[in-house]
């Protein structure tokens, strides 16, 4: 049933009257405030802000929830609600719920993620194409996605097409690569997993895919390792590859080196983050929705950052429980954790989430409407209809949710406990114990007054591994769910926390701290009365530089009296941190092998699974990459993956795969214009403005651009859905040259835009042809997109073209790219990279998309 969400208040806020009050809200912490307007706020298509402060958009999701419970009995108030999600001081909506519950402005999911494909599926073009288009009909809806490519036949296997054999997996890897990097979601490009089984023959290639520039830059990969293979790899044994993968009767084998292949993992892993290793057989072992793996829940990839396997057209949403707030009188002597508070909140979270999933449903009747009432043919219209059925059928039938955590560094240090040490590991193991056992209790108790899952069998789960372990941790419970059921098939999870960890002002998800504190720049005018100037840059610019702690660092220093406005040296700093809970206990400090354990550990308590980053020094071994992979494995963990310092960066090779190149590719473009070329439209905004960029591609690569005003009566007039088309080097009747754009119309007819150098400012176009120049003649993205933000230009309009067009080139930039000489305006960490567009710290999870 679908019911009218309520309509927000007509009254708008200005972005400075939404930002004043969302600093005094985060208590002068600009980067939340930033971040919080934003990404959640609730806001039109045209940029007006209907919401000036988090406490409205609390009220928001407050309502709706309380709308959802008056349904059931014993329903939640809607000041119940918000007292439990307020201040993000307790439970916490992540990603799509939060700017998704009650938007009236989005006909959108509230998914965080999903997972696509039929197990088995067919790998023809039909099927393959299928995938395509159901992913990039997820992604415009605000999703990450997740597929596997282990039912595509090995290269070489005989087709019956014209092209007599197969391609392989590679090809489709770009393809759908491709497809995410088209796809906007408010500014931002999709995010797309891509997994293969270890046991598939072009497992080799799919590992090595990510090491060629430019080669897959859409999606994040991870190889499916099952237990035999890991085993050979120990032993120094074979390993048989297949396809079918894991067939009786093949119709293809090899015999291969397994330490071989598991040596070229850990060196790719070693060298570029990728790829990520998915522990296959501990997740379809623990799995408990593979105990209806014949009713269509036969787990087959996961989500883009790895904290959710699923089935075909499965989804999950997110939230997490904010453990810091826990604590009583914290970072003292006297500081304890509440569990009888926690227990009770865990409880709340689990039934929350269940209203998600009528809000969800409410969704997915919104965009099926939509598509029913969208004028393209019914054959168009067709997969993309299925494709929200089925979500609706999987969403309905298992009631799938995501709790999770953040603030398990803060939680810890706040209790006297070091992270990394066993007694914090025990700990930790203890809490989330806690949460898997409340939270499924939480689950039987909603089934007694909603109702179990609709396929809910106490004799299909009975054997499962961690159903056993919630029986011997509390029988008690296990036979209540005998009785009444379960109203969800899968309830927990630990998933990355960046930006909502900058709103709870702790750290992120279970990882530690990334320092205690910092220094940060803020550019000053060194002719003013009070200026102080600690660095002057090399373009000349003063800057004040000012120490920033960590938010519950500074809360300890209140704590023991320790002033926080006194101008510290870096001596005193030192002294300092070395006096705190997180000595030794940040993100360069901790054991690795001991946040490996700490993983396995968790592991157990969590049905879905964990994502977390191992981060590396620099100067780490390929072995002890190797040797952290197979101690996960051995402990328990269902994925793990490893960042090295700098991996990102001068790592990537040549396509002849023999040259190690520093930086990007130097394949030479053409140096005479091709007549034609394939096109991107991008559209930004700068302030109130409308701007609209033409970039001309060759080999997906940014090769020339247009830029300027779009929709004003000089410049261009471009139905919004295009989004694609040609550049078309044409000819004046003076000889003079001139480039034209033209692309589809819905009906198919070719409509074409003349003269794109004249139709913006003859400023514009003399900027874009010298940086059009630096393209054509293999300057790398990163460095024009430095060019560009540091040109000194005197007109405001020029700077603010300046802008946009570094924006949109940013979109181009290898996802992984290390942004030299930057830092993060979170943490000061100078580990940036490139990531969708957007400017990430891989150190704090902080990003900046601007």
């Given amino acids: ?111 965080n ?17 299928k995938v395509d288009q159901e992913q990039v009909q997820l992604m415009k809806r605000r999703g990450g996605v997740g597929h596997d490519l282990s039912h595509i036949r090995p290269k070489g296997s005989p087709v019956k097409n014209s092209a007599l054999t197969s391609t392989g997996l590679v090809p489709f890897m770009e393809r759908y690569s491709n497809s995410t990097r088209e796809v906007a979601q408010d500014g931002r490009r999709g995010a797309l997993m891509l997994s293969v089984s270890i046991n598939h023959p072009d497992a080799e290639d799919f590992i090595d895919a990510k090491m060629v520039q430019g080669k897959v830059t859409g999606a994040n990969v991870s190889v499916r390792v099952d237990d035999a293979f890991m085993k050979a790899v120990e032993a120094g044994e074979k390993y048989t590859q297949c396809f079918p993968i894991h067939s009786e009767n ?15 993992i850990v060196h790719n892993a070693w060298k570029s983050a990728e790829p990520g290793v998915l522990f296959w ?33 499965d989804s999950c949403r997110l939230l997490a429980i904010n ?41 997915v009747d919104a965009i099926l409407q939509k598509i029913n009432e969208d004028p393209e043919l019914e054959e168009t219209k067709a997969v993309e209809r299925r494709l929200w059925e089925n979500i609706r059928k999987k969403a309905a039938e298992g009631r799938r949710t995501g709790i999770g955590i953040t603030a398990e560094g803060d939680m810890l240090a706040s209790l006297g406990l070091r992270y990394g040490s066993e007694e914090a590991n025990l700990f930790s193991e203890e809490v989330h114990k806690i949460i898997a056992l409340e939270a499924y209790r939480a689950s039987v108790n909603t089934a007694k007054e909603r109702g179990p899952f609709a396929i809910f069998d106490a004799e299909r789960e009975k054997e499962n591994p961690f159903i056993q372990r919630l029986k011997a941790a509390d029988n008690k419970l296990y036979y209540e769910m005998l009785e009444y059921g ?12 960046g930006t909502t960890s900058l709103m709870t002002q702790t750290t992120s998800g279970i990882e530690p701290v990334f320092l205690p504190v910092y220094k940060r720049r803020r550019k000053v005018n060194p002719n003013d009365k009070d200026a102080r100037v600690d660095f002057v840059d090399e373009v000349g610019d003063s800057w004040e530089e000012y120490v920033v702690f960590h938010h519950r660092f500074k809360q300890w220093m209140q704590v023991n009296g320790i002033d926080t406005d006194k101008q510290y040296t870096q001596k005193e700093l030192d002294a300092l941190v070395e006096q705190s809970p997180y000595y030794k206990a940040t993100s360069n400090d901790v054991d690795w092998l001991s946040k490996v354990h700490l993983q396995g550990a968790v592991q157990k308590w969590v049905d879905h699974s964990i994502s977390v980053t191992i981060n590396l020094p620099n100067d780490v071994s390929e072995e002890l990459v190797g040797k952290l992979y197979l101690e996960a494995w051995k402990v328990g963990c269902k994925g793990v993956t490893v960042y090295r310092d700098g991996s990102r960066s001068g790592v990537l090779i040549s396509n002849d795969d023999k040259k190690e190149e520093k930086g990007t590719s130097l394949t030479p473009f053409p140096t005479k214009r091709p007549e034609i070329l394939q096109a991107d439209v991008v559209r930004f905004q700068n302030n109130k403005e409308k701007w609209i960029a033409f970039i001309g591609l060759i080999d997906q690569k940014p090769y020339e651009i247009f830029t300027g005003l779009a929709d004003d009566e000089d410049g261009i007039l471009l139905p919004r859905w295009v989004n694609e088309g040609l550049i078309i080097k044409n000819r004046n009747e003076d000889g003079t040259s001139r480039y034209d754009f033209q692309y589809k119309n819905k009906r198919g007819y070719k409509t074409t835009i003349e003269g794109l150098s004249h139709k913006f400012n003859p400023e514009y176009w003399n900027y874009a042809k010298l940086i059009s120049s630096t393209l054509r003649h293999g300057m790398p993205i990163e460095k024009i997109v430095d060019l560009i933000n540091s040109l000194q230009l005197d007109s405001e309009s020029i700077n603010t073209w300046k802008n946009g067009v570094a924006r949109a080139l940013k979109r181009y930039v290898a996802d ?25 710290c891989k150190d704090c999870g902080s990003s900046k998309c601007g």
Wanted: charged content about 25%; overall charge negative; aromatic content about 10%.
């Fill in 486 to 497: 379960r109203r969800n098939i899968a309830l927990l999870t630990i998933a990355p926390t």
């Fill in 816 to 840: 992984g790219t290390l942004a030299k000489g930057q830092s993060c305006e979170n943490c000061k960490s100078e580990n940036l990279i490139y990531q969708e567009g957007c400017l990430t």
């Fill in 323 to 363: 453990l810091f707030s826990y604590v009583d009188q914290p970072f003292t002597a006297k500081a304890s954790f509440d569990f009888e508070l926690f227990k009770k909140h865990i409880a709340a979270a689990q039934r929350i989430m269940d209203d998600i999933i009528d809000l969800e449903l409410e969704k």
């Fill in 113 to 129: 993620c999903f997972v696509i494909g039929n197990d088995g599926m067919s790998d023809s073009y039909g099927g393959i194409m």
């Fill in 250 to 264: 093949p119709k293809y084998s090899k015999e291969i080196e397994a330490k071989k292949l598991w040596e070229k």
């Fill in 1 to 111: 049933m679908q019911t009218k969400t309520a309509q927000p208040s007509k009254k708008t806020y200005s972005q400075d009257e939404a930002f004043q009050a969302s600093l005094a809200y985060f208590k002068g912490d600009e980067l939340a405030a930033q971040v919080w307007i934003s990404k959640y706020a609730l806001k039109d298509s045209e940029g007006n802000l209907y919401e000036k402060d988090p406490d409205q958009m609390h009220r928001r999701i407050a309502k709706e929830i309380a709308r959802i419970e008056t349904r059931y009995p014993n329903p939640m108030s809607e000041q119940e609600v918000f007292d439990l999600i307020k201040g993000f001081k307790y439970i916490v909506p992540q990603g799509s719920p939060m700017a998704g519950i009650g938007n009236p402005f989005q006909i959108a999911s509230l998914s």
């Fill in 281 to 313: 057989d501990s997740i379809i072992r623990e799995s408990v929705p593979d105990c209806y793996a014949d009713l269509g829940y036969k787990t087959i990839s996961t989500n883009p950052c790895g904290e959710i396997p699923l089935c075909p057209y």
